[in-house]
Structure formats: C-alpha cells, structure tokens
C-alpha cells in the first residue's frame, strides 16, 4: 500500500505496461517452451510452437522493453542498480533468443521430417523462461539497491 501512495500517479502507466508485457513474455515463453517438448508426441503443435514465438511472445516483449525504458527514464532508480541491469540484461538477451528460436520454430513447420528443430526450440526458451525468472526475482526483491 506504501508503494502506491509514494508514487506520483504518472509512474502507473510505464510500470503497468512493463508487468504486463513481462507477464505475457513469461507466459508465452512457458506456452512455447511447453509446444516444443510436447511436439513430438503432438506434431499439430508444431505451426502452433511457430505463432506463438511471433504473435504473443515479439509484441509482449516489446512491450515489457518500451514500458521498462519509459519507467526508468521517468523514476529516480538510477542507472547503478544491479537489479536493473539484469533486467536490461535479460531483456536484451532474451530478444536474441526469440528470434533465433522463430527461426527454428519456422523451419520445424516448413520441415516437418526434422525433428531436431523443435528440440532446439525447447532448449532456447527454457534457457529464456529461467532467465525471466531470474530477471522478475531481481525486479521484485532489487538486490543490490
């Protein structure tokens, strides 16, 4: 409750837009990472392991970044947090990742034959989920602040 009264109200907007957008990154990171283990006994999850990375996972992320570098230019946290870092870090990184894992989650659908592609697949969003949760323990407890 303190922290909704010590915060001037024009800080809601970014800090809402950046948990919900972090939200959906980690849900949809979870979804897909969920896909990809499970394709191989379901292969109609295939084209869907593909949409989801495209469709849910790139517009959540852009919003968590936009809405956590709008936050941080307009709040006084300052740029020597480690938790911010991480977050940045993560965020960063973890854009790489999705793209790398659309690119394999792609040639999984065009190459149904293969079944290397979706295991890769499983292996970069696991690596990302675990990097999220990291990132969301540091966001929610701020060590080094």
Sequence with gaps: ???IVGRPESWNFPLFLHVVGATVVTGATAAAF????SERRFPWLRP???RTLLLVTFPAWILMRLGGAWEDSRSPI???STWL???YIVADLGFVLLIVASIFAAVGVRRPQR???PRVVAIITG???IALLVAMFAMAGK???
């Excluded at 969920?34 to 283990?37: L, Q």
């Design 143 to 145: 060590p080094g602040s």
């Design 78 to 80: 300052g740029d020597d």
């Design 85 to 87: 870092g991480i977050g």
């Design 1 to 3: 409750m303190l922290a």
């Design 127 to 129: 690596v990302y989920f």
């Design 48 to 50: 869907i392991l593909a």
């Design 34 to 37: 969920v896909c990809a283990v």
């Design 115 to 117: 079944t290397w592609p």
